[in-house]
């Protein structure tokens, strides 16, 4: 697949008396601009340029700040006052509601999780900021990553423009140019494939395919977690929800659904994540850590693609349908969530269907907002979308988190 940025390119008038910068020019200031709007509004890029009926101007002392999720290139316009690219989808700056890691201010103070968009190793709990896994030639928290960077170059990728290149640190204001290149998925041979539905769940208890009875052909079962979210290397634990196994030496002895299987954004077209599935005609065997890329054929995100990789099953699902993996997704039958985290039942929204407002992501442990604002973002709130799906080869992004 691949997403290509198209950039307009606009003559200048030989004749400009002002030596102000005509429409779709870049520019920091609408002073700068013969149309006085300076705006990332419609550029496509989410860089600033001189914006012809714009609606949200940028002066060199914003006064009201940027809404949110407004395109923005330092903190100080923003109203919420966090200038991030931390939860935007697509790894651009945005005014981020809640974000912590703030572009241009000195309150980048908390880590980043795996997977999350980065630009400096510093930034990361796992202290790895690379490109080396992440599909899409982004720089991203990177688990057991060898190429870590310690700082970027980020140079514009619009050849007309006359702007500087710029090194991006954790305080440094610079706009995040994200450059997709072909990201493919590759079909398994005489693999499932059909249509069917899908829906969502987060119950936080052990997947079906934590247990090696149930694999088959693979390098070994799904990794499952302690209540403090360390990974289990029994795989023989406990169930938090319904039992079988043993009582395990780690956290509360219980097995959990570790926190970091939740989606990864590869692009705005294309994310990568986790799932329970039932395909007719497959066995638990077979199903059990395969991959499959979904295409949503309806809703909001129809013609956006999901690999997602079956961790999990489930005797209350249709032939053919997916529930997909998503924090505030719904809890559904089981209850591993309010055990893990301590709190009530009713932190994670409806039972089916979940967290209803990515606004209600707050009140989710700090661990797993991320994932819930997804779906808010990534997702645009898709409520069960139908989709078509077929067997491919399971990307290294998501069996280096899933073992």
């Keep these: 697949m691949r997403n290509t940025f198209a950039f307009i390119v606009v003559l200048v008038s030989a004749v400009n008396v002002s030596a102000l910068s005509s ?7 609408s002073s700068e601009c013969a149309n006085n709007c300076c705006s990332s509004e419609y550029s496509n890029d989410g860089k600033l340029k001189c914006t012809p009926g714009g609606k949200t101007c940028v002066s060199s002392s914003v006064s009201s700040g940027l809404a949110n999720w ?9 109203s919420n006052s966090c200038c991030s690219s ?6 651009l700056l945005k005014c981020t509601p809640n974000g912590k890691v703030c572009v241009g201010t000195s309150s980048n103070t908390q880590s980043l999780g795996d997977w999350a968009f980065c630009s400096v190793s510093s930034q990361c709990a796992n202290k790895c900021c690379s490109s080396q896994y992440s599909g899409d030639g982004k720089l991203k928290c990177t688990p057991g990553g060898s190429s870590c960077v310690s700082s970027i170059s980020t140079k514009s990728s619009n050849p007309t423009s006359t702007t500087k290149s710029t090194t991006t640190t954790t305080t440094t204001t610079s706009t995040h140019v994200i450059s ?17 539905k899908t829906t969502r769940y987060w119950d936080c208890c052990k997947p079906s395919c934590s247990w090696t009875s149930n694999v088959s052909g693979v390098s070994g079962a799904v990794k499952t977690c302690s209540n403090n979210g360390n990974v289990i290397t029994d795989q023989n634990v406990h169930n938090v929800c319904n039992g079988g196994g043993t009582t395990g030496t780690q956290g509360d002895g219980y097995a959990y659904m570790c926190a970091n299987q939740q989606p990864i954004i590869v692009n705005d077209k294309l994310a990568y994540g986790f799932a329970a599935a039932s395909i007719s005609g497959v066995s638990m065997s077979r199903l059990c850590c395969s991959c499959y890329e979904l295409t949503f054929t309806d809703g909001p ?28 997704g719904g809890l559904g039958i089981y209850d591993g969530c309010s055990k893990q985290f301590g709190v009530d039942a009713s932190t994670w929204g409806a039972r089916y269907g979940g967290i209803s407002s990515v606004s209600g992501c ?37 069996t280096s988190i899933s073992g």
């Design 301 to 328: 995100v129809v013609g956006q693609k999901f690999i997602v990789q079956t961790t999990n099953t489930g005797g209350d699902l249709g032939y053919n349908q997916f529930d997909l993996q998503m924090p505030g």
């Design 86 to 91: 931390e939860y935007s989808g697509d790894g």
């Design 362 to 398: 707050s009140v989710l442990p700090a661990a797993l907002q991320a994932g819930c604002q997804w779906h808010f973002g990534w997702f645009k709130g898709a409520d069960n979308p139908n989709m078509t799906f077929k067997e491919v080869v399971c990307p290294a992004a998501i």
């Design 23 to 29: 429409d779709w020019q870049f520019c920091s200031s």
């Design 70 to 78: 407004e395109f923005c290139t330092s903190s100080s316009q923003c």
């Design 180 to 196: 997709v290149p072909t990201v493919s998925s590759v079909p398994v041979s005489n693999g499932a494939s059909g249509s069917g």
